[in-house]
């Protein structure tokens, strides 16, 4: 009776070590295989162009009488205005934003002979859905200076309109999906290189939509274009499974 009982606890114990090896062998095979995946990358890009065109008009005028000074800047928005309507756009979209009075007599850090006491500024925003005559205007903006209007900007030279794409938004998916479908047919390349299939995906990263001017040249802003190119990168981890 001893005997067939230590028979049956070694059988059991036999048992026992087999499963725990195999779960313990099967476990690792796993762990490998959740090792085994592959890192690709898709790219896609758009050519667009700028729905919506920011125009600052930024004019000034000097006199040592501030009445004369400001009825300068008066005929200057009204010739600016002139101007927007001859080229196609409406003055409607053409934004009084600032004015700006300067007493250069108030000036402690004033240095040197003073040929004007005052100097009045005067900004007009043109905002417009038609970037297109923006640009017209834009490149005839010396029928301005013929006038007599004096352009200026805040930060020095007039340095004309700045072009928005808005519509990223509508672009967005297609090119998600483009991008993705780029990275799988590189991780199937890679699979099959190897002799392998790629699984499920393991992580997926979607990346940031950058905006850069179309024609990439050195020193010029994406603003001052009115063609852009939208891009995106996405990152995938695909498992390989054999």
């Excluded at 600052?56 to 040592?64: A, E, G, K, M, W």
């Excluded at 756009?89 to 009084?96: G, H, K, L, Q, R």
């Excluded at 029928?143 to 930060?155: H, K, P, T, Y």
């Excluded at 700045?162 to 991780?187: D, N, Q, Y």
Aim: net charge positive; glycine share 10%; hydrophobic share 40%.
């Amino acid at each position: 009776m001893k005997n067939g009982m230590s028979i049956a606890a070694a059988c059991l114990i036999g048992l026992g070590l087999a499963l725990g090896g195999w779960f313990v062998g099967n476990g690792f095979f796993k762990g490998r295989a959740a090792d085994r995946y592959v890192t690709v990358k898709g790219v896609a890009e758009r050519d667009v162009t700028a729905d919506v065109a920011l125009w600052p008009l930024r004019f000034v005028s000097t006199d040592n009488e501030l009445k004369v000074a400001q009825a300068r800047v008066k005929e200057s928005h009204e010739k600016v205005l002139a101007f927007l309507v001859r080229h196609g756009i409406n003055p409607a979209e053409a934004e009084v934003q600032r004015l700006e009075v300067t007493d250069r007599l108030a000036d402690p850090y004033r240095s040197g002979p003073m040929q004007s006491r005052y100097i009045i500024a005067q900004t007009v925003m043109v905002q417009s859905k038609d970037p297109g005559s923006i640009v017209r205007a834009s490149q005839a903006v010396g029928e301005l200076v013929d006038a007599g209007v004096i352009l200026s900007s805040d930060m020095g030279p007039y340095s004309g309109p700045t072009f928005l794409f808005t519509r990223l938004g509508e672009v967005k998916p297609a090119m998600i999906a483009e991008a993705t479908s780029e990275a799988r047919r590189a991780a199937e390349q890679f699979a099959k290189d190897s002799g392998s299939r790629i699984g499920s995906i393991r992580k997926a990263n979607q990346g940031v939509f950058v905006i850069q001017p179309r024609d990439n040249v050195p020193g010029v802003m994406e603003g001052s274009r009115l063609h852009k190119t939208v891009r995106v990168v996405t990152t995938v981890e695909y498992y390989l499974v054999d």
